[in-house]
């Protein structure tokens, strides 16, 4: 995939600098690591698309590809941990949320902390998979996990987590709004005029049901019991996450439905999809 240079945005110099020091950590072990999380989604939406996330972060999210919980010990070693949580640790005063996947993964596609916490990492190994390789200030390249992934794995994050709190719905919303914007606005006329012409020349929901069949894309051919438990709600989630979204709730319905038209089966997918 085509390298993004991000170098020259200045806001992210605190988040670079603890990258790169998580990947020449990585590098020094033979690990490799992927930006996920509100960090993925501030890189490729301010550097890429150009405009501003909709939620601020304080936390850096990264993806730990490795075979078994060694790789991880050898990894988190040298870093301080933030007492009552194992993945949670302390960089340059930054809080960083180490999440291992690969090999180490149950069949259910979960792992298991010390604490017996089970964190489902469905989606993990797919979106690295797709990683945009982005150069960050400092010079540093780092794997960033794609705004169609990301919609995934905030998705499945919504969905393990939204009793607790409405973040990654919310997130999900701006970054489906960002396939819309900038230079992908200029790609649905370009690339995907049946898709736009589908949706009555509407690029917030051509850009949606874009993201999700892209998003389709990424997970392939993996286990269709796992898909569908995890990325075509029930009329019930679905109400619930448009709720969570934040922004108007009758915005929000046709956003998401486009992007599930996206994700759906090809033969249920609008045209332009294919």
Known sequence: MT???ASTDLELQPAADVLAQMLHQAQRLGI???VVGATARDILIRSYVGSAPSRATAD???GLAVSTWA???RFTGPLEQISGSPHKFRVADVEVDVIPFGEIESTDRTITWSNDHNMD???FREAFEAAVPVKIPGGAVVAVASLPAQSLLKLFAWLDRRFQDRRDAIDLRTILLSYSEGPYFDQ???DHFPLLAHYDFDPLLAGAARMGSEARAIVGTTDRRVVTKHIMLS???FDA???DMGGRIEDNRPLVSAYRDGLGEPAERPVGLD
């Open 3 to 5: 390298l993004l240079d």
């Open 32 to 34: 490799e690591i992927m």
């Open 60 to 62: 850096i999210d990264i």
């Open 71 to 73: 790789d991880v010990d």
């Open 121 to 123: 990492v469905f989606g």
């Open 188 to 190: 649905l006329y370009a």
């Open 235 to 237: 009329e019930e989630l």
């Open 241 to 243: 996450l448009i709720s």
